[in-house]
């Protein structure tokens, strides 16, 4: 794993479904979001006003439950790439057994911001991702 970005955070009320647990939908939520993150905390603003990149293809495996005010790690990290899409890896952990919660991986697609096109993984992005 490269280039680990880590945050971490925990379960509120508002994360939970009917089941007191954290409900599917807010994992995809938390991936986008730790996406988001990693990638504002390195590019440079000029890159950033030009390019913005969408999910196509999120796959989750969920291993075990959060629950409430559980205290959660999560990390994510880039790996391979096609001409105009990059893999995303995510990890979630409970800090207090260690215990992984989920192993996903999401494909982004990189689009021009004004034409919003596919566009091509060009050097000065892939220097930014590796």
């Known amino acids: 794993m490269k280039n680990i970005f880590e945050i971490s955070f925990t ?3 508002e994360h939970l479904d009917a089941l007191q647990h954290v409900n599917n939908v807010v994992y995809v939520q938390w991936m986008q979001d730790i ?5 504002t905390s390195f590019v ?16 989750i495996d969920y291993l075990s439950q959060a629950f409430l005010n559980d205290e959660l790690i999560m990390k994510t990290w880039t790996d391979d790439h096609s001409a105009v899409s990059w893999d995303r890896h995510y ?6 057994d260690n215990r992984k919660i989920i192993t996903a991986k999401s494909v982004w697609v990189l689009l021009d911001k004004k034409t919003f096109k596919p566009k091509r993984i060009d050097e000065e992005i892939l220097n930014v991702l590796k």
């Open 44 to 59: 440079l603003p000029e890159l950033d006003e030009k390019i913005l990149w969408v999910a196509r293809r999120h796959e």
């Open 35 to 39: 996406a988001t993150k990693h990638w």
């Open 91 to 96: 990890e979630i952990i409970r800090k207090a």
């Open 11 to 13: 379960v509120l009320p």
